[in-house]
């Protein structure tokens, strides 16, 4: 049993930048698969980045490469989602993921296991 507690939202002017973090229970942290999603108002909830349980092989939606990027700190059982030049269309309420499977077939919600509460990114134009 994995628990995950979100923080680091608030409201940031288009451009800026906010830095999340997830911190994990559990003692295997470094076993799981992490990913963080987002879901906008009415909207799909879509992965934006996921990383491996060594850190060493990560992937980024389209949508968010070159402006994102996911680390984790397996000492500190902790992930992180550094956001740089956000836009109005990056606001949501982002989760941290946990799975339990291999990596490269971690792509959509089904394939995570535990749940964080969510913290909510407002970006302002």
């Known amino acids: 049993q994995v628990q995950l507690v979100e923080s680091g939202g608030g409201l940031v002017q288009a451009g800026g930048s906010l830095r999340l973090s997830c911190a994990a229970s559990?003692?295997?942290?470094?076993?799981?698969?992490m990913g963080w999603f987002r879901q906008a108002p009415g909207k799909e909830r879509e992965v934006v980045a996921r990383?491996?349980?060594?850190?060493?092989?990560?992937h980024y939606a389209d949508s968010v490469k070159g402006r994102f990027t996911i680390s984790r700190d397996n000492g500190k059982n902790a992930v992180y989602l550094q956001m740089n030049s956000l836009k109005p269309e990056d606001a949501a309420v982002y989760y941290c993921?946990?799975?339990?499977?291999?990596?490269?077939?971690?792509?959509?919600?089904?394939?995570?296991?535990?749940w964080g509460q969510g913290t909510q990114v407002t970006v302002s134009s």
């Open positions: 559990g003692r295997t942290f470094d076993s799981y698969v």
């Open positions: 990383i491996s349980g060594s850190g060493g092989s990560t």
């Open positions: 993921a946990a799975g339990r499977g291999p990596y490269y077939s971690a792509s959509s919600t089904s394939s995570f296991d535990y």
